[in-house]
């Protein structure tokens, strides 16, 4: 299994709701990470987990909350989120940090409104 | 921080060849990735770059100069699946680990 998997691929959600972006990889990869793409613009890191542990935390407002349940599966919760935040999010795994050569999932394409 | 240029947008004719160019200024530099992304799609792993020289992979090929902050994706033989984003990408050493900062990515658009 060479996949990333992410859920929902598409979701739409007011500025009060709360909802979680789910990934998964099966390919025994210890580092998995977020990053947030808009439209014409390349991805942008937002976290980094490493051994499920938080390594990097690029300055990602507080409303984006990451979490690493286990080495397979890694979540995005969204509160409060803005209009602004609209945008394709995607999951990618490698096999640690030291090897960069990252697998993406297809994103959730998120729209706030 | 990073500085990452790449031309916006490029125009090929299938069967040819086209050259995309990525300068770089960085701290920290590991690496170099290009990756190809299709419209709405995820993006996908072309090369990586970590010694100066010509890497080739089929009709792909990268190149990376470190001492000028340059490198190069040639794309030969094109065909009309080629058309799409191509993000040149720079793996930095940070505290927390090495990451990758992307560049605005070229649209490449083939043509018959």
């Known amino acids: 299994d060479t996949e990333v998997t992410q859920t929902p691929k598409h979701l739409v959600m007011g500025m009060t709701n709360k909802k979680s972006l789910k990934c998964e990889q099966h390919?025994?990869?210890?580092?998995m990470y977020w990053y947030k793409q808009k439209a014409k613009k390349p991805p942008e890191l937002m976290f980094v987990?490493?051994?499920?542990?938080?390594?990097i935390n690029e300055s990602v407002p507080s409303r984006f909350s990451p979490e690493c349940p286990n080495s397979s599966l890694l979540n995005l919760h969204l509160h409060a989120l803005q209009p602004e935040d609209s945008a394709l999010y995607l999951c990618a795994s490698s096999q640690d940090l030291a090897d960069n050569e990252q697998f993406f999932g297809p994103g959730t394409r998120l729209t706030v409104l | 921080g990073q500085n990452i240029d790449q031309p916006t947008e490029m125009t090929a004719t299938e069967g040819a060849i086209v050259q995309i160019n990525c300068t770089y200024q960085t701290s920290g530099f590991n690496g170099l990735f290009w990756y190809q992304q299709h419209a709405g799609e995820a993006p996908t792993f072309l090369s990586y770059n970590v010694l100066d020289g010509l890497e080739e992979k089929g009709r792909f090929s990268s190149f990376l100069s470190r001492s000028k902050g340059y490198s190069y994706l040639l794309l030969k033989e094109l065909q009309m699946k080629d058309s799409a984003s191509y993000l040149c990408?720079?793996?930095?050493?940070?505290?927390?680990?090495?990451?990758?900062?992307f560049g605005t990515g070229t649209q490449l658009k083939v043509e018959l």
């Open positions: 990408a720079v793996e930095v050493l940070t505290g927390g680990g090495n990451k990758l900062t």
């Open positions: 390919m025994g990869h210890r580092a």
């Open positions: 987990y490493s051994y499920e542990k938080l390594s």
